[in-house]
């Protein structure tokens, strides 16, 4: 336990990764999967809410479409954090996979409880939560797992 504790919470944050590719293969894909949802929310005219979500947007329009450009700001940041990670602090990994799990935990929680009035069925994103949800939890568990691979720190000092 303690030392899954650090792979979650390392004690030096660098490059070097321990986790299983595969994990460290769908963070690095995910991670434009993620940039461009939050682009169409930070840049389209309005913000996904109806184009997209398929919101009812006849009252209160402008203030959903506020909230979607919101939305989407945190979105690209969240997604800028994750190709920081992908690029440079790969040991980080493990805590971010946990974060995306209680987002998509939430995501789904707040879709049932607070179920919106949608006009064209089910968004994109309502189905995506229930494929990445498994998807995440299981490269969570791989990325906990030791790979025994030398990660890419390791394989650049031996060339010099």
């Given amino acids: 336990m ?11 944050v660098d490059n070097s990764y321990q ?3 595969l994990a460290l293969w769908v963070f690095v894909g995910l991670a434009p ?11 389209a005219m309005d913000g996904g809410a109806g184009s ?9 329009a402008e203030n959903i479409i506020f909230a979607f450009g919101l939305w989407g700001l945190s ?5 800028f954090i994750q190709l920081v990670i992908a690029i440079r602090y790969k040991s980080l990994i493990p805590l971010f996979y946990i974060m995306f799990i ?11 409880t607070k179920p919106p009035i949608l006009l064209n069925g089910t968004p994109p994103g309502g189905f995506a939560n229930f494929i990445l949800l ?13 790979s025994k691979q030398m990660n890419v720190d390791e ?5 010099h």
């Fill in 2 to 12: 303690k030392n899954g504790i650090y792979k979650i919470f390392p004690r030096i």
């Fill in 19 to 21: 986790g299983h590719k």
């Fill in 33 to 43: 999967v993620m940039m461009g949802r939050s682009l169409i929310h930070l840049f």
């Fill in 52 to 60: 997209i979500a398929g919101l009812d947007l006849s009252l209160g």
């Fill in 75 to 79: 979105q690209v940041l969240y997604a």
């Fill in 102 to 112: 209680f987002e998509i935990i939430g995501r789904i929680t707040i879709g049932l």
């Fill in 134 to 146: 498994p998807l995440v939890i299981v490269m969570f568990i791989l990325s906990m797992h030791s």
């Fill in 155 to 159: 394989v650049s000092s031996l060339n």
